[in-house]
């Protein structure tokens, strides 16, 4: 089944992220306002192609995807080609900068059906780990696609960047956080 898509965590990711976007006019002032690190129409296009990579993601109005079309062959093998279905290509830009600073996570499934994202630190309390991974599976399990049968979520697995996985129940795991 694809599976894509972007959610605000309660608590954020707990890392501070640069934000590119691709915006001109009043939407520029509004992503600026936003708190985007880097704005720009043509002239950051050209940037990027040179090299200039210091931003974790990208963020476009429908309007500039065809300035950010040709940076396809830079942003894409490194996952930050803006998109619609996950939120990165929108004319709300400073509804969009603010969520992703605010620690919006992007995800989808790869061949395998495996969704691996990050979900916090390990300088997160133990409840804000929780109400992040309770938020992330209870989202999968409500935008869960039509033509999935049997049980969803088999297992979850939670580690750190080098760390050993540990497994959670997945029933506890997915307990409604309202």
Same mark, same amino acid.
């Given at each position: 089944?694809?599976?894509?898509?972007?959610?605000?965590?309660?608590?954020?990711?707990?890392?501070?992220?640069?934000?590119a976007?691709?915006?001109?006019?009043?939407?520029?002032?509004?992503?600026?306002?936003?708190?985007?690190?880097? +704005?720009?129409?043509?002239?950051? =296009?050209?940037?990027?192609?040179?090299?200039?990579?210091?931003?974790?993601? *990208?963020?476009?109005?429908?309007?500039?995807?065809?300035?950010?079309?040709?940076?396809?062959?830079?942003?894409?093998?490194?996952?930050?080609?803006?998109?619609?279905?996950?939120?990165?290509?929108?004319?709300?830009?400073? %509804?969009?900068?603010? %969520?992703?600073? =605010?620690?919006?996570?992007?995800?989808?499934?790869?061949?395998?059906?495996?969704?691996?994202?990050?979900?916090? *630190?390990?300088?997160?309390?133990?409840?804000?780990?929780?109400?992040? +991974?309770?938020?992330?599976?209870?989202y999968?399990?409500?935008?869960?696609?039509?033509?999935?049968?049997?049980?969803?979520?088999?297992?979850v697995?939670?580690?750190?960047?080098?760390?050993?996985?540990?497994r959670?129940? *997945?029933?506890? =795991?997915?307990? =409604?956080?309202?």
């Amino acid at each position: 089944q694809q599976l894509r898509g972007a959610i605000g965590l309660p608590h954020g990711t707990g890392k501070e992220i640069r934000l590119a976007v691709f915006a001109k006019g009043e939407k520029e002032v509004e992503a600026r306002d936003a708190g985007a690190d880097i +704005i720009g129409t043509e002239e950051l =296009a050209e940037e990027i192609k040179n090299g200039r990579m210091d931003f974790d993601m *990208v963020l476009a109005t429908p309007d500039m995807m065809r300035v950010v079309g040709g940076l396809g062959r830079i942003l894409g093998p490194r996952g930050m080609m803006p998109n619609p279905k996950t939120g990165t290509v929108t004319m709300d830009i400073g %509804e969009a900068v603010k %969520e992703y600073k =605010a620690g919006k996570v992007g995800f989808r499934a790869d061949s395998g059906g495996l969704i691996m994202t990050k979900v916090g *630190v390990v300088s997160f309390e133990s409840g804000q780990l929780k109400d992040n +991974i309770q938020a992330f599976l209870n989202y999968l399990i409500k935008n869960r696609p039509a033509g999935a049968k049997g049980q969803y979520i088999k297992k979850v697995i939670l580690s750190s960047t080098m760390g050993p996985g540990i497994r959670l129940d *997945v029933k506890d =795991a997915t307990v =409604a956080t309202q």
